[in-house]
T-cell receptor
């Protein structure tokens, strides 16, 4: 399967920006995704990016894609306490391959 | 609520018992997926259906696991002779075939604990 790697933890102050990084091995995905998981819950699709785009902005979320380096990032502007969760990047076109998730903790 | 639903949400069983989980996808979504998520890991693909046809199974899906989607709507995942290593969150997702974006919508999951 795919190798998808993420840093495991991120601590950020409320109001600051969060940047979550992801690297992957396969470049054939048409779309790449970011999901959010809150404790005890399923996964919520946050955003996605088409593989021929470099950047996508969606309200407080900005996705950057560097296909050459196979690097995907998610920036959350003005991070709020409700953004505390685990964030997963996922690649592949149907049988999604996920990273291990980045736990984001927002401190006051 | 028209999202993906799963039942039960929690299941505790003794090793060696059989368990069955149910997933109801979003209506009109003809693709349905099962994933397994263990603590501290991302979900891992198990199998998927297009309508009632099971199109792919992961090597993670041993012979003790069977999934069905008999009428192309809800799906069941059965685990026979459960083992402690089967303890995990089992997630179901659905997507519309017509969506070029392929985004999958996940249910809340069934947490299985095998004692």
């Amino acid at each position: 399967g795919e190798d998808v790697e993420q840093s495991l933890f991120l601590s950020v102050r409320e109001g600051d920006s969060s940047v979550i990084n992801c690297t992957y091995t396969d470049s054939s995905s048409t779309y790449l995704y970011w999901y959010k998981q809150e404790p005890g819950a399923g996964l919520q699709l946050l955003t996605y990016i088409f593989s021929n785009m470099d950047m996508k902005q969606d309200q407080r979320l900005t996705v950057l894609l560097n296909k050459k380096d196979k690097h995907l990032s998610l920036r959350i502007a003005d991070t709020q306490t409700g953004d505390s969760a685990i964030y997963f990047c996922a690649v592949n076109d149907y049988k999604l391959s996920f990273g291990a998730g980045t736990t984001v903790t927002v401190r006051a | 609520d028209t999202g993906v639903s799963q039942d039960p949400r929690h299941k505790i069983t003794k090793r060696g018992q059989n368990v069955t989980f149910r997933c109801d996808p979003i209506s009109e979504h003809n693709r349905l997926y099962w994933y397994r998520q263990t603590l501290g890991q991302g979900p891992e693909f198990l199998t998927y259906f297009q309508n009632e046809a099971q199109l792919e199974k992961s090597r993670l899906l041993s012979d003790r696991f069977s999934a069905e989607r008999p009428k192309g709507s809800f799906s069941t995942l059965e685990i026979q002779r459960t083992e402690q290593g089967d303890s995990a969150m089992y997630l179901c997702a659905s997507s519309p075939e017509t969506s070029g974006r392929g985004e999958q919508f996940f249910g809340p999951g069934t947490r299985l604990t095998v004692l």
